[in-house]
């Protein structure tokens, strides 16, 4: 059954660093981007309010970042979700997201990105910094009904590399 976290639990899930293992979003399919990293730290707990740092590298290796503020939105009608607001130049930016499913060591997660005016509806199944990805696919390929993943978006996925 897909996870539906509340605001304690994501409080407690999410602050860390996360690669993208796989995913169907063009943001991170075009070859701009490439090995991307979502960092999360708890900026309150109620509301819930994350800094969001997100890492890549370009096709030339230049690092690069895009910084945001999560705030969870309590919503039954439309689910719980994240509405992330860029800073700087991108504030005037605005995504939502949700977590939709975890395995049960909290360590992969799926997380779906509602279409904005910048980019298209899609999936990221992302794991935690620092832990053995041997059997990151297989995993989630046994688990991904239960991470949430429809089997529409689980053959959509496109795998990344997750070596450093």
Do not use: C
């Amino acid at each position: 059954m897909p996870l539906a976290p509340d605001a304690i639990a994501l409080a407690a899930l999410l602050p860390g660093t996360w690669r993208v293992g796989a995913t169907n979003f063009a943001m991170w399919l075009s070859g701009d981007r490439l090995r991307p990293r979502f960092r999360y730290d708890l900026k309150t707990a109620a509301p819930l309010v994350l800094d969001d740092v997100v890492t890549f590298r370009t096709a030339h290796g230049v690092e690069k970042t895009i910084v945001g503020v999560d705030r969870l939105h309590l919503d039954g009608a439309r689910g719980d979700s994240f509405v992330w607001r860029g800073a700087g130049l991108l504030s005037f930016v605005t995504s939502r997201w949700s977590v939709v499913g975890a395995t049960e060591d909290s360590n992969i997660l799926v997380i779906r990105f509602a279409k904005s005016l910048l980019s298209p509806a899609g999936v990221d199944v992302i794991v935690r910094e620092g832990i053995d990805s041997h059997a990151f696919r297989t995993q989630v390929a046994a688990l991904s009904e239960s991470l949430g993943l429809t089997h529409g978006e689980f053959a959509s996925l496109t795998w990344l590399e997750l070596a450093d």
